[in-house]
Nanobody
Framework: QVHLVESGGGLVQPGESLRLSCAAS????????MGWFRQAPGKERELVAT???????NYADSVKGRFSISTNNAKNTMYLQMNNLKPEDTAVYYCRGRHLSGVVYWGTGILVTVSS
């Protein structure tokens, strides 16, 4: 069983930055593809960014150039650096880990609110 715990959310003003963290319960990044998803009120959950075990990254068009996904193997932690935040980035952000076998694990989510 893998546990994923998000942290770093909160309330920021438009244009500001925030870094989300996702702490994994073990050394999983060599066999897991990791990702950040978000769900805004009244909307479906959507992909924000992913990173493979080999380090290949992928971003939603809406966050390209503003967000950056990374992992720290020594800390068993994944990050999402979010710059130039916009009100439309307001959502609950979820950490997801997908094992090579296809098994998926989700964090419980963390709220990010961008508002003046």
């Amino acid at each position: 069983q893998v546990h994923l715990v998000e942290s770093g959310g909160g309330l920021v003003q438009p244009g500001e930055s925030l870094r989300l963290s996702c702490a994994a319960s073990g050394s999983i990044f060599s066999t897991f593809s990791m990702g950040w998803f978000r769900q805004a009120p009244g909307k479906e959950r959507e992909l924000v960014a992913t990173i493979t075990s080999g380090g290949t990254t992928n971003y939603a068009d809406s966050v390209k150039g503003r967000f950056s996904i990374s992992t720290n193997n020594a800390k068993n932690t994944m990050y999402l650096q979010m710059n130039n935040l916009k009100p439309e980035d307001t959502a609950v952000y979820y950490c997801r880990g997908r094992h090579l076998s296809g098994v998926v694990y989700w964090g419980t989510g963390i709220l990010v609110t961008v508002s003046s």
